[in-house]
């Protein structure tokens, strides 16, 4: 980290932090020699608030608000209206999203290698090559179709009966009857074509009917044939009703959850299937996977519904989970640890969510014994964060510490950024607020350019006394993912900047006072704000102090320890018109903070 710009920083801020308490009438009339002495880049700003508020001083006169907020208003109703009358198509049932597409990875394709669950039958066309062998039959190809009776006939062997053989049985067959007619053949069949099926779908179907598929098609291509299941259709109870044979019911989460085909059966011309009615519907909510609301069989546990919803995520606590469950006419909620995910039976219209675990990391940098990243969970605190990386070094400065968060880091950014618009509004809008004697050194306008350009670094101001940590939790704060720990070595040096005659660094003394120190840095300077002087304490926390007048005499609450910084502003003038302390204020923190957490000064 750089102390150059963190040091600059400070010294501006803390010129505009001194123009708070010394206001006073400004002549009027905005002086050419200020505006010239700002930085291009806040002057840039300056003159574009100045022309912004000639623009809208000539659009008062010719501005219709009435009119203006009328056409706004008709917009966001019409808006409005688009959204209530959209009609929402998209299921929470998992599954039934399967089968609402036009082509489906179910649709069935003629390729000639079937496993052993096909069953030949009329209409089925099997390829026969011949390699090898002598006379009329070496290397020759033959086309056979399976007839009414079941059988194909081939020349040089006669009719071979394959109906009701499933493909590896009628080509083990086919093989067996040429290789015993002739030495050295190689015998290669494949399926030319298969024979078209008729299905009927009947139930909770979006299209019930009768559908023509191929030979090859199982349950799941009639279904996405016929639409799928609608939203009272079950997915785990599709029976199919085949000719002298007992009804067999089919649990499809095997295959749209596991991808389990093969417990998928294949189809038979004049085979009726039928999709029952769903019965019993849990919602899997946050925490899962998969979160949607997932079909329950009787019996099936909560560790069932993980399963089927993938499982719970990497930000979920697995070790309880929360139900919701209507009954008696109004919802009740309960939790449920692990120990009875296993036996816990779910109900109709339950649903089930998992707390979330904030999971993060945090990087931890310094004289401790073991830095790097960590991972947290949502309960880790600073304490816990501490002893995983092995507590401090021998030459840790606990006191210095410095915690960095994100969100801490926006926050300032906001304020900093929202204090810099004000004071550009207030000179474009006043320009009789600024005179010359504040242009006379430019310290204004060279404070607006710091301001701007600042970034802050986001500093919580938190004890770092393992100690304290343990008996005091309201100090033991919670850590967030992407904070940043820092632990310095132990400094003997008092830094002392600004106008000073010597600024730089002294040896810590104890009891020395704040005079003390500026005395040995060759006292202050002709511009120096001598009631205005900061104190920055290692641990971050800033005070202000007075070396001089009859505020000097007053018992003052500060500790200069090792590692504090001393500044002394520049007095840069006298401003009124505007509240310089309730803008500024939360600029010099952040400002003071920054420069704090260095510790030590270097590049």
Same mark, same amino acid.
């Given at each position: 980290?750089?102390?150059?710009?963190?040091?600059?920083?400070?010294?501006?801020?803390?010129?505009?932090?001194?123009?708070?308490?010394?206001?006073?009438?400004?002549?009027?009339?905005?002086?050419?020699?200020?505006?010239?002495?700002? *930085?291009?880049?806040? !002057?840039?700003?300056?003159?574009?608030?100045?022309?912004?508020?000639?623009?809208?001083?000539?659009?008062?006169?010719?501005?219709?608000?009435?009119?203006?907020?009328?056409? /706004?208003?008709?917009?966001?109703?019409?808006?409005?209206?688009?959204?209530?009358?959209?009609?929402?198509?998209?299921?929470? !049932?998992?599954?039934?999203?399967?089968?609402?597409?036009?082509?489906?990875?179910?649709?069935?394709?003629?390729?000639?290698?079937?496993?052993?669950?096909?069953?030949?039958?009329?209409?089925?066309?099997?390829?026969?090559?011949?390699?090898?062998?002598?006379?009329?039959?070496?290397?020759?190809?033959?086309?056979?179709?399976?007839?009414?009776?079941?059988?194909?006939?081939?020349?040089?062997?006669?009719?071979?009966?394959?109906?009701? /053989?499933?493909?590896?049985?009628?080509?083990? =067959?086919?093989?067996?009857?040429?290789?015993?007619?002739?030495?050295?053949?190689?015998?290669?069949?494949?399926?030319?074509?298969?024979?078209?099926?008729?299905?009927? =779908?009947?139930?909770?179907?979006?299209?019930?009917?009768?559908?023509?598929?191929?030979?090859?098609?199982?349950?799941?291509?009639?279904?996405?044939?016929?639409?799928?299941?609608?939203?009272?259709?079950?997915?785990?109870?599709?029976?199919?009703?085949?000719?002298?044979?007992?009804?067999?019911?089919?649990?499809?989460?095997?295959?749209?959850?596991?991808?389990?085909?093969?417990?998928? *059966?294949?189809?038979?011309?004049?085979?009726?299937?039928?999709?029952?009615?769903?019965?019993?519907?849990? +919602?899997?909510?946050?925490?899962?996977?998969?979160?949607? =609301?997932?079909?329950?069989?009787?019996?099936?546990?909560?560790?069932?519904?993980?399963?089927?919803?993938?499982?719970?995520?990497?930000?979920?606590?697995?070790?309880?989970?929360?139900?919701?469950?209507?009954?008696?006419?109004?919802?009740?909620?309960?939790?449920?640890?692990?120990?009875?995910?296993?036996?816990?039976?779910?109900?109709?219209?339950?649903?089930?969510?998992?707390?979330?675990?904030?999971?993060?990391?945090?990087?931890?940098?310094?004289?401790?014994?073991?830095?790097?990243?960590?991972?947290?969970?949502?309960?880790? !605190? /600073?304490?816990?964060?501490?002893?995983?990386?092995?507590?401090?070094?021998?030459?840790?400065? *606990?006191?210095?510490?410095?915690?960095? +968060?994100?969100?801490?880091?926006?926050?300032?950014?906001?304020? =900093?950024?929202?204090?810099?618009?004000?004071?550009?509004?207030?000179?474009?809008?006043?320009?009789?607020? /600024?005179?010359?004697?504040?242009?006379?050194?430019?310290?204004?306008?060279?404070?607006?350019?710091?301001?701007?350009?600042?970034?802050?670094?986001?500093?919580?101001?938190?004890?770092?006394?393992?100690?304290?940590?343990?008996?005091?939790?309201?100090?033991?704060?919670?850590?967030?993912?992407?904070?940043?720990?820092?632990?310095?070595?132990?400094?003997?040096?008092?830094?002392?900047?600004?106008?000073?005659?010597?600024?730089?660094?002294?040896?810590?003394?104890?009891?020395?006072?704040?005079?003390?120190?500026?005395?040995?840095?060759?006292?202050?300077? +002709?511009?120096?704000?001598?009631?205005?002087?900061?104190?920055?304490?290692?641990?971050?926390?800033? +005070?202000?102090?007075?070396?001089?007048?009859?505020?000097?005499?007053?018992?003052?609450?500060?500790?200069?320890?090792?590692?504090?910084?001393?500044?002394?502003?520049?007095?840069?003038?006298?401003?009124?018109?505007?509240?310089?302390?309730?803008?500024?204020?939360?600029?010099?923190?952040?400002?003071?903070?920054?420069?704090?957490?260095?510790?030590?000064?270097?590049?």
């Amino acid at each position: 980290m750089k102390s150059i710009g963190i040091y600059k920083s400070i010294i501006l801020s803390s010129l505009l932090f001194t123009s708070i308490m010394n206001a006073q009438s400004i002549p009027e009339g905005m002086d050419k020699n200020f505006l010239k002495s700002l *930085p291009d880049e806040v !002057r840039e700003d300056v003159m574009k608030e100045l022309d912004q508020n000639i623009e809208d001083e000539k659009n008062e006169y010719t501005r219709r608000p009435s009119s203006e907020l009328s056409k /706004l208003e008709t917009v966001k109703e019409w808006e409005e209206f688009k959204k209530s009358q959209s009609i929402n198509e998209k299921t929470e !049932r998992y599954g039934l999203k399967i089968f609402n597409s036009m082509q489906s990875s179910f649709m069935p394709i003629n390729e000639p290698n079937f496993g052993n669950n096909y069953v030949l039958d009329y209409g089925d066309v099997v390829k026969i090559q011949l390699f090898g062998g002598t006379g009329k039959i070496a290397n020759s190809m033959y086309v056979a179709e399976i007839q009414r009776d079941g059988a194909i006939v081939l020349e040089d062997i006669g009719s071979l009966s394959l109906a009701g /053989l499933n493909f590896e049985q009628a080509v083990d =067959v086919i093989k067996k009857s040429y290789k015993q007619s002739f030495i050295g053949l190689d015998v290669v069949v494949t399926m030319k074509k298969t024979r078209d099926i008729n299905v009927l =779908v009947t139930g909770n179907v979006q299209f019930p009917g009768i559908y023509t598929l191929s030979g090859n098609s199982n349950i799941l291509q009639a279904l996405n044939v016929s639409g799928g299941p609608n939203e009272n259709g079950s997915l785990r109870n599709v029976v199919i009703k085949r000719k002298n044979k007992p009804d067999l019911s089919v649990d499809l989460y095997q295959a749209l959850i596991f991808g389990d085909i093969d417990s998928i *059966p294949v189809l038979m011309s004049g085979d009726s299937i039928n999709v029952k009615p769903v019965k019993n519907l849990v +919602r899997a909510g946050y925490g899962f996977n998969n979160i949607a =609301v997932f079909e329950m069989l009787d019996g099936e546990t909560v560790t069932d519904l993980i399963d089927y919803a993938g499982g719970l995520n990497i930000e979920s606590n697995s070790e309880s989970l929360k139900i919701i469950r209507f009954e008696n006419n109004d919802f009740n909620s309960f939790n449920i640890n692990v120990n009875e995910f296993g036996t816990f039976g779910i109900q109709n219209l339950d649903s089930i969510y998992a707390k979330r675990e904030n999971i993060g990391v945090v990087t931890i940098t310094g004289n401790v014994k073991h830095p790097g990243k960590y991972s947290i969970s949502s309960t880790d !605190r /600073l304490l816990d964060i501490i002893e995983r990386s092995g507590g401090y070094t021998e030459s840790a400065y *606990p006191f210095a510490g410095s915690l960095f +968060r994100e969100s801490t880091r926006e926050l300032e950014s906001l304020f =900093v950024e929202k204090a810099y618009r004000n004071l550009i509004g207030f000179i474009a809008s006043n320009p009789s607020a /600024l005179g010359s004697s504040n242009s006379s050194n430019g310290g204004l306008g060279f404070v607006l350019s710091e301001i701007k350009n600042h970034e802050p670094l986001g500093r919580v101001i938190v004890d770092f006394d393992t100690l304290k940590l343990r008996e005091q939790m309201q100090k033991n704060i919670y850590l967030n993912d992407k904070d940043t720990i820092h632990i310095p070595s132990y400094d003997s040096n008092v830094y002392i900047f600004g106008e000073v005659g010597n600024p730089g660094s002294l040896l810590f003394e104890e009891n020395s006072t704040i005079s003390d120190y500026i005395e040995k840095s060759g006292g202050f300077t +002709r511009f120096s704000s001598e009631e205005s002087i900061f104190i920055v304490s290692p641990n971050g926390e800033t +005070r202000k102090a007075y070396a001089s007048g009859i505020k000097k005499y007053i018992s003052q609450d500060y500790d200069i320890y090792p590692g504090s910084v001393i500044y002394v502003p520049r007095h840069i003038g006298k401003i009124e018109g505007i509240n310089f302390y309730a803008t500024v204020a939360p600029i010099f923190s952040s400002l003071a903070l920054s420069i704090a957490s260095l510790n030590s000064i270097k590049n």
